[in-house]
């Protein structure tokens, strides 16, 4: 195994207090990327020796595990003379190896990163590659149906082209003599960047999403037009959001503040609670099932993410309106935001079965690429003053 797999999963997952350093093969680069080749021959042998040895402070402290089909060459190999204890596979145990139920994992998997939502056997991996070609063609196909014609037409087509949307119960109540409510503020659990659009078309018509980040390419294909980017910043956020609600529109937060692909949800910032005045909030629980690919990315091109998206060969998103929560209560000054924040958490998680957590978008980040996510904050945008 590579080294770049086991560090991280020894030292972040598993946090074995004892490895101190991990001696493992390296895998090649090019323009700073993996290629999945692995270095070879005895050069590696040289490398690993040293690493082991500067590492691990004595061959008493070293250890060796194999489980690949190298075993023998790894036995075969001047390090494994250098390890006290050596654990080595029988095939009789892998084959009775099964993918472990999320329930016996030693820690909660939370946050993860790249591509692909399968796992990728020799077949599924060759079954990947044949459908790429197909899969771009149909992104762009998918892309321009659902910029090109109304939501009724549009999701019909591309339905049948494999990416469905379901609606779980009844829309909210709209507002006094059946016109379509006006200023509505709608706080969903954040899924991928086209949280917001199904949203749109579930309730028929334009809404307008908030975002802290979200890439130039993602925002020109929008289709549900341009978003409102926020900035960090708790003053001019809640004026940006309070002008589009005070105009009469209808807006999407998504309070997680950065994507999660496992059944959790991250805190939810509590300024939109202090927002929804008399009428409240609306929570919106969102899941979806994906079959190849994932459409968000903490450390990848963000720019590609609707392309990934539209390139499954299937998906499907549920859209379900909870019980509006009253916020009233915030702005009298007789309930903390962070109270009505977990609330609503606490709502959108019994919906969906999934588990609330206090971990944010910087413990996210700080995992999976090194940095708090933070960016540049985008000028107002003048359609918003």
Same mark, same amino acid.
């Given at each position: 195994?590579?080294?770049?797999?086991?560090?991280?999963?020894?030292?972040?997952?598993?946090?074995?207090?004892?490895?101190?350093?991990?001696?493992?093969?390296?895998?090649?680069?090019?323009?700073?990327?993996?290629?999945?080749?692995?270095?070879?021959?005895?050069?590696?042998?040289?490398?690993?020796?040293?690493?082991?040895?500067?590492?691990?402070?004595?061959?008493?402290?070293?250890?060796?595990?194999?489980?690949?089909?190298?075993?023998?060459?790894?036995?075969?190999?001047?390090?494994?003379?250098?390890?006290?204890?050596?654990?080595?596979?029988?095939?009789?145990?892998?084959?009775?190896?099964?993918?472990?139920?999320?329930?016996?994992?030693?820690?909660?998997?939370?946050?993860?990163?790249?591509?692909?939502?399968?796992?990728?056997?020799?077949?599924?991996? !060759?079954?990947?590659?044949?459908?790429?070609?197909?899969?771009? @063609?149909?992104?762009? *196909? =998918?892309?321009?149906? /659902? &910029? #090109?014609?109304?939501?009724?037409?549009?999701?019909?087509?591309?339905?049948?082209?494999?990416?469905?949307?379901?609606?779980?119960?009844?829309?909210?109540?709209?507002?006094?003599?059946?016109?379509?409510?006006?200023?509505?503020?709608?706080?969903?659990?954040?899924?991928?960047?086209?949280?917001?659009?199904?949203?749109?078309?579930?309730?028929?018509?334009?809404?307008?999403?908030?975002?802290?980040?979200?890439?130039?390419?993602?925002? !020109?294909?929008?289709?549900?037009?341009?978003?409102?980017?926020? @900035?960090?910043?708790? *003053? =001019?956020?809640?004026? /940006? &959001? #309070?002008?589009?609600?005070?105009?009469?529109?209808?807006?999407?937060?998504?309070?997680?503040?950065?994507?999660?692909?496992?059944?959790?949800?991250?805190?939810?910032?509590?300024?939109?609670?202090?927002?929804?005045?008399?009428?409240?909030?609306?929570?919106?629980?969102?899941?979806?099932?994906?079959?190849?690919?994932?459409?968000?990315?903490?450390?990848?091109?963000?720019?590609?993410?609707?392309?990934?998206?539209?390139?499954?060969?299937?998906?499907?998103?549920?859209?379900?309106?909870?019980?509006?929560?009253?916020?009233? *209560?915030?702005?009298?000054?007789?309930? #903390?935001?962070?109270?009505?924040?977990?609330?609503?958490?606490?709502?959108?998680?019994?919906?969906?079965?999934?588990?609330?957590?206090?971990?944010?978008?910087?413990?996210?980040?700080?995992?999976?690429?090194?940095?708090?996510?933070?960016?540049?904050?985008?000028?107002?945008?003048?359609?918003?003053?």
């Amino acid at each position: 195994m590579p080294r770049v797999m086991v560090e991280p999963l020894l030292r972040e997952y598993l946090q074995v207090p004892a490895a101190a350093a991990v001696a493992a093969r390296e895998m090649k680069t090019a323009w700073g990327l993996y290629t999945g080749l692995m270095e070879c021959g005895e050069a590696t042998s040289s490398v690993l020796r040293k690493n082991a040895a500067d590492g691990g402070g004595g061959d008493d402290d070293v250890v060796g595990f194999s489980a690949g089909s190298s075993s023998m060459e790894f036995l075969r190999s001047p390090l494994a003379s250098i390890c006290k204890e050596l654990y080595v596979a029988s095939p009789e145990e892998k084959s009775k190896w099964r993918r472990l139920r999320r329930r016996d994992y030693p820690r909660p998997l939370v946050f993860h990163n790249g591509r692909l939502a399968f796992l990728p056997t020799p077949l599924a991996a !060759v079954a990947m590659f044949m459908w790429l070609p197909l899969g771009a @063609a149909l992104s762009v *196909a =998918r892309l321009a149906v /659902a &910029m #090109a014609l109304p939501y009724r037409y549009a999701t019909a087509l591309l339905a049948a082209t494999g990416q469905s949307w379901r609606l779980h119960g009844a829309l909210p109540p709209t507002a006094s003599g059946g016109a379509a409510a006006a200023g509505e503020l709608y706080a969903c659990n954040h899924r991928t960047l086209i949280d917001p659009v199904y949203v749109s078309i579930a309730l028929d018509r334009r809404v307008r999403a908030v975002s802290y980040s979200l890439s130039r390419v993602s925002d !020109v294909l929008s289709p549900i037009g341009r978003t409102v980017h926020l @900035a960090r910043d708790r *003053a =001019r956020d809640g004026a /940006a &959001m #309070a002008r589009l609600l005070g105009r009469g529109d209808s807006v999407v937060v998504c309070p997680e503040g950065t994507t999660c692909r496992e059944p959790y949800l991250l805190r939810f910032s509590p300024l939109f609670a202090e927002l929804g005045g008399e009428r409240g909030v609306v929570p919106v629980a969102l899941a979806f099932e994906n079959s190849m690919f994932y459409g968000t990315t903490a450390s990848g091109w963000k720019g590609v993410d609707p392309f990934y998206y539209l390139a499954n060969p299937r998906m499907c998103y549920t859209v379900e309106f909870l019980d509006r929560v009253d916020t009233a *209560a915030v702005g009298e000054g007789k309930a #903390a935001s962070t109270d009505v924040a977990n609330r609503v958490q606490r709502h959108i998680a019994a919906a969906l079965g999934y588990e609330c957590t206090m971990l944010t978008r910087k413990d996210k980040y700080l995992m999976l690429v090194g940095n708090d996510g933070a960016v540049a904050a985008a000028p107002p945008r003048r359609q918003v003053r």
